[in-house]
């Protein structure tokens, strides 16, 4: 049998020009975050599995992590998300760092599920916290800072909607509302989170179940399901609308507005996975119903550094995958056309590869990217190899233009092609990064 040339299920290699989209992605999203003040910081893709079972969402811990002991017999998982590691990180400096702090990390996660659209087994993931606000200013600099990267992208406010919704909100709802008991609260919570992925009939009678006889007689089932189906915290019945949770959630989607943001709204819906979120949860949501998973998720997460037995730290943050991300472009036509990082390939005519070294030495000292063809192939297919490879520019070398100093350079782009000096190629190259 022959060895599979294909990754691991789920995962991606990265050809050339899947990495020079990778790549597009993450430098985009860098300069924006830098363009707010964060700084990128990062740490090891293996943790211990102590750090995963206190800190993360049970599912995630017990059916997502690839975890195993290593040779000293240490129980180790590949991190399936950078919260607990940025946690632990922020908590092992928390006196020496000054707040609020802004971090960013572009970490690969491994979680085991199964490969569809959307979700894969590895993925990349922008993480985005800040350390150190208790109030809806962190809240609101997160949102509209992710919403200046979608932006960047090229997209418009038609294609993406932003979800935030509050566990303050949910908890007032289940504990005091419906007055549900901690485990049918948390089982609540995960059934919600899962309401778009189930067929009505089968979630209704999933909240019925959840009920005890004497809640049902009350009516708790009637009074879930209406409350589930409001668009707006103004629909809520008064008493909710009148919590401090509900409050601030008004006060965000004001505070969004006002900077612009006015594809925010509340979605009562929006749960999120992880148990550690404290206040305001928010996603985002293309509006493309073929993208049906959120982009990015995030929230307020008060209570994770104080659980390594230093002070909290008030804290809230998004990660937003590459996967969904892609996806989104994709559909929405916004990915650029991303040439090769070589901006010029050299063909040479006839023998001079030695000939033609001191000139590739001052073009390349001079900042021009260039790659030398030496197969001693035919022109033509060397002129192929050029296109197939996505560079800009062919550059012919010969003995006449190596005596001559003057150089045919032809823009595989336009198909122009220039009779130039070494310094005007260098020039010509240069200006063709701003075209
Ligand atoms: P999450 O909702 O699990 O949150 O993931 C955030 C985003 O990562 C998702 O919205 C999705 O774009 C992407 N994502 C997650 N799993 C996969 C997958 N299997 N394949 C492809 N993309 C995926 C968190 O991970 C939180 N730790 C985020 C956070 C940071 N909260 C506060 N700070």
Same mark, same amino acid.
């Given at each position: ?5 294909? !990754? ?7 050809? !050339? ?8 992605? %993450? ?12 700084? $990128? ?16 969402? $049970? ?55 199964? !490969? ?27 949102? @509209? ?65 959840? %009920? ?52 925010? $709204? ?38 994770? @550094?104080?659980? %390594?037995?230093?002070?909290?730290? !008030? ?77 800009? %520019? ?42």
């Amino acid at each position: 049998m022959s060895l599979s040339t294909q !990754p691991y299920k789920g995962a991606r290699d990265f050809y !050339p020009e899947d990495k020079r989209l990778q790549k597009y992605l %993450f430098s985009t999203m860098r300069r924006v975050v830098e363009r707010f003040g964060y700084e $990128e910081y990062d740490a090891p893709i293996l943790e211990s599995l102590d750090l995963y079972k206190a800190k993360s969402g $049970e599912e995630i811990v017990n059916e997502q992590t690839y975890a195993f002991t290593d040779r000293g017999g240490r129980e180790v998982v590949i991190r399936p998300e950078m919260t607990p590691s940025v946690s632990r990180m922020v908590a092992g400096r928390r006196q020496e760092l000054g707040y609020p702090l802004r971090w960013y990390s572009i970490p690969n996660l491994w979680r085991y599920e199964r !490969p569809q659209r959307g979700r894969l087994r590895e993925h990349w993931q922008l993480n985005v916290d800040v350390f150190g606000i208790d109030n809806l200013n962190a809240e609101h600099e997160l949102i @509209v800072l992710a919403d200046a990267i979608i932006r960047e992208y090229g997209a418009k406010r038609t294609m993406y909607t932003i979800q935030l919704n509050s566990r303050k909100l949910m908890d007032y709802i289940m504990n005091d509302y419906l007055d549900l008991d901690s485990v049918q609260s948390h089982t609540l919570s995960k059934l919600i989170d899962r309401i778009n992925k189930m067929e009505r009939p089968a979630f209704v009678a999933a909240c019925d179940a959840l %009920f005890t006889p004497t809640q049902r007689d009350n009516g708790a089932s009637q009074k879930l399901l209406e409350i589930l189906a409001v668009k707006s915290v103004s629909d809520l019945p008064q008493v909710i609308q009148d919590t401090p949770a509900a409050i601030e959630i008004r006060d965000l989607l004001q505070l969004l507005d006002a900077s612009g943001v006015t594809n925010a $709204e509340f979605d009562i819906t929006i749960m999120r996975g992880f148990d550690y979120y404290t206040g305001i949860v928010f996603e985002m949501m293309d509006t493309d119903p073929e993208n049906n998973r959120a982009m990015f998720g995030g929230g307020r997460y008060d209570g994770l @550094v104080g659980l %390594f037995g230093v002070e909290p730290v !008030p804290t809230v943050g998004f990660g937003w995958g590459d996967v969904t991300l892609a996806n989104f472009l994709e559909t929405h036509d916004l990915l650029p056309k991303l040439t090769s990082e070589t901006e010029v390939y050299a063909i040479l005519i006839g023998d001079v590869y030695n000939e033609a070294q001191r000139l590739l030495a001052t073009l390349r000292s001079e900042g021009v990217t260039i790659a030398v063809d030496s197969s001693g192939r035919k022109l033509a297919s060397q002129l192929k190899n050029a296109v197939k490879k996505d560079i800009r %520019f062919a550059l012919f070398i010969g003995e006449d233009e190596l005596k001559s100093g003057q150089f045919n350079l032809k823009d595989l782009r336009s198909g122009e092609e220039l009779k130039l000096s070494a310094e005007r190629v260098v020039s010509t190259v240069l200006d063709g990064r701003r075209q």
